[in-house]
């Protein structure tokens, strides 16, 4: 094992441009390879992660504290691009007897921190909140139509203290609104 490694280090500039000028081959004989031998391998991967469980978590661990900004980008990307899969995945979730017992304990929890709340958002105030806005979502601007409804927006949400008050009310898109989650102040969120 030693002078293997010890044969890579004085050779690697070699094998990286071999690699590079054969990539194709190689990766196309790599997908054969795992094909003709992929029940052999999952076996072989399924006993190295279980043997080696805690240094696979300690090494992961520290890949992420070490790469945080560039895991959380390559999460956010691959979020972007799947959400049609995300939204699959926890449609499922919340049909499983767990995935309503979560919701429903979220719904629970807002419910009572909206019974703690201050309440005195009238229908006229949420009118006037349109009007002043002129029918626009505060963050990004865009238009409300049929098809782009005004949400409701806390700037200091309510499951961080915040009222449902005419002063704590601003109109969201659904986009907009989401993206805010429960943040309270600035637009470090909103891409738009």
Not at 118 to 140: G, H, K, P, Q
Not at 144 to 163: A, V
Request: net charge positive; charged share 40%; aromatic share 12%.
């Amino acid at each position: 094992m030693a002078y293997n490694k010890e044969y890579y280090d004085k050779h690697k500039e070699q094998w990286k441009n071999n690699y590079q000028k054969n990539k194709d081959k190689i990766l196309e004989k790599r997908k054969l390879h795992y094909e003709q031998n992929r029940e052999r391998l999952k076996r072989q991967f399924r006993k190295y992660y279980k043997d080696n469980q805690e240094e696979r978590k300690e090494y992961q661990r520290n890949y992420y504290l070490d790469n945080k900004r560039k895991v959380l980008d390559l999460n956010k990307k691959w979020a972007q691009k799947n959400k049609d899969i995300i939204f699959e995945i926890q449609n499922r979730y919340y049909q499983t007897e767990k995935g309503k017992l979560s919701r429903q304990r979220v719904k629970f929890n807002r419910r009572t921190k909206e019974k703690e709340a201050i309440n005195t958002l009238t229908s006229e105030e949420w009118l006037d909140i349109l009007e002043y806005f002129n029918y626009r979502c505060a963050y990004c601007g865009c238009e409300f139509d049929e098809n782009n409804l005004p949400e409701k927006d806390h700037i200091i949400p309510i499951s961080k203290g915040g009222n449902n008050t005419k002063d704590n009310i601003v109109p969201a898109c659904r986009s907009c609104n989401a993206k805010k989650h429960n943040k309270i102040t600035g637009l470090e969120w909103c891409k738009c």
